[in-house]
């Protein structure tokens, strides 16, 4: 069974990059596709964009493309997400999740807090 | 502004049927994109309840059910418990802007 555990909390300053890592277990990670989602406090899902280990192949969503970075370390089963540029608003918990079947998400990792402060 | 619309919250008693709703458009649901529902209990991450419009994944009792029609799809809940009470999100994609895209969530209240 997957299973993707997510780096500790973070605390940045504005202006500033954060990379938050997602590590996976329980499958070959080269056959998945690695989404990232954020949820701010209180607010709903936003989706981030996704990469294909096996090809490094990514697609960033419009809000983040000029952003946001995700990688892939097919060696240790790890995709990376770094958001720089950091405002206030980025303060929000960030998710990653497997892509099935090219359209839904599961598993999801446990989440990382990223806080940006000014 | 979330690209499907979500009522922001229902309620209900134990034992009863609550529906949540997620609209959507031509360009998304009513292109034919598959829909999938996530459940996402206080303080944990998102969990994957429905996939393909309508189909549970295993654990996943069966008094669940999903929907999807024209430009929008529904999630049911029948034999209501407090263990239900979470947010609700139906996730789809989206060709106008070549992305996921997401309802705003529904908070579901077990009265």
């Known amino acids: 069974q997957v299973h993707l555990v997510q780096s500790g909390a973070e605390v940045k300053k504005a202006g500033s990059s954060v990379k938050v890592s997602c590590k996976a277990s329980?499958?070959?990670?080269?056959?998945?596709?690695i989404t990232w989602v954020r949820q701010a406090p209180g607010q709903g899902l936003e989706w981030m964009g996704w990469?294909?280990?096996?090809?490094?192949?990514?697609y960033y969503a419009q809000n983040f493309q000029d952003r946001v970075t995700i990688t892939a370390d097919r060696s240790t089963s790890t995709a990376y997400m770094e958001l720089s540029s950091l405002r206030s608003e980025d303060t929000a918990l960030y998710y990653c999740?497997?892509?099935?079947?090219?359209?839904?998400?599961?598993?999801w990792g446990q989440g990382t807090l990223v806080t940006v402060s000014s | 502004q979330s690209v499907l619309t979500q009522p922001p919250s229902v309620s209900g008693a134990p034992g009863q049927r609550v529906t949540f709703s997620c609209t959507g458009s031509?360009?998304?649901?009513?292109?034919?994109?598959?829909v999938h529902w996530y459940q996402q209990l206080p303080g944990t991450a998102p969990k994957l309840l429905i996939f393909g419009n309508g189909n549970r994944p295993s654990g996943v009792p069966d008094r669940i059910s999903g929907s999807r029609s024209g430009t929008s799809a529904s999630l049911a809940i029948t034999g209501l418990q407090a263990e239900d009470e979470a947010d609700y999100y139906c996730?789809?994609?989206?060709?106008?802007?070549?992305?996921?895209?997401f309802g705003g969530g529904t908070k579901l209240t077990v009265l």
């Open positions: 990469i294909i280990p096996l090809l490094g192949r990514t």
């Open positions: 031509s360009s998304n649901i009513g292109a034919g994109y598959d």
């Open positions: 329980g499958g070959t990670f080269s056959n998945y596709t």
């Open positions: 999740a497997r892509i099935v079947g090219a359209s839904w998400f599961d598993p």
């Open positions: 996730q789809s994609y989206d060709s106008s802007l070549s992305g996921v895209v």
